[in-house]
């Protein structure tokens, strides 16, 4: 899922800081989601995907 929520801000041209102002979340929260070492709250995922306009299964790919 980290690699995912990447990817997607990546082709969004978010920066790290520009996804965490969004989102409301810490930049560290933000890396260890990205590294796959966070485990993620279902209501942080559904943040998450409406943040970067996909369904929240999408980032579970």
Do not use: Y
């Not at 899922?1 to 930049?27: P, Y």
């Amino acid at each position: 899922m980290g690699r995912n929520i990447c990817a997607i801000r990546k082709e969004l041209g978010l920066s790290k800081v520009e996804f965490c102002l969004q989102l409301g979340i810490s930049r560290v929260t933000l890396d260890l989601i990205e590294q796959g070492r966070d485990n993620v709250k279902l209501s942080t995922l559904d943040q998450l995907a409406r943040a970067v306009g996909k369904e929240p299964w999408e980032l579970l790919r």
